[in-house]
C-alpha cells in the first residue's frame, strides 16, 4: 500500500488549497483514512479523518468550519479541502491510512503513511 500526497503550496491567508492522497495498493481492510499536519518545532497532530465505508467524517475544532474531507472510492483517492486559510495552518499535511482501533487520531491505529505535502499560508 502507498499513499501519495500532493496539492500543498504556497498561498496569502484567507485563501484555499485542496489536498489530495491518492492510494495504491489494497486497501479493503483499511476503514478509516486521516489527514495530519506538523508545524515548524510542534507536534503533529490530528486534522482530520473519513470512513471509507460511509464517508463520516470528524474535523479538529481548529479547521472545523474551514476544512472539509472527503474521499472517491473510484479513484481510490481522499481530500482535504482547505478555506479560509490562517498563517497558523502552514504545517506540512500528511495522509495516513487506519485499519485497527488503536490510540491515535479518531481512534485508530495508522499504518501506512504519505511522504507529506508543505502547506505554507502567508499572512
Known amino acids: 500500500v502507498q499513499l501519495q500526497a500532493s496539492g500543498g503550496g504556497l498561498v496569502q491567508a484567507g485563501g484555499s488549497l485542496r489536498l489530495s492522497c491518492a492510494v495504491t495498493g489494497s486497501l479493503f481492510s483499511h476503514e478509516v483514512m486521516g489527514w495530519y499536519r506538523q508545524a515548524p518545532g510542534k507536534e503533529r497532530e490530528g486534522v482530520s479523518c473519513?470512513?471509507?465505508?460511509?464517508?463520516?467524517?470528524h474535523s479538529a475544532d481548529s479547521v472545523k468550519g474551514r476544512f472539509t474531507t472527503s474521499r472517491d472510492l473510484a479513484k481510490n483517492t481522499v481530500y482535504l479541502q482547505m478555506n479560509s486559510l490562517k498563517a497558523e495552518d502552514t504545517a506540512v499535511y500528511y495522509c495516513?491510512?487506519?485499519?485497527?482501533?488503536?490510540?491515535?487520531?479518531?481512534?485508530?491505529?495508522?499504518?501506512?503513511w504519505g511522504q507529506g505535502t508543505q502547506v505554507t499560508v502567508s499572512s
Open positions: 495516513a491510512s487506519a485499519e485497527l482501533y488503536g490510540s491515535d487520531w479518531c481512534g485508530y491505529k495508522y499504518d501506512y
Open positions: 473519513i470512513s471509507r465505508s460511509d464517508g463520516i467524517t
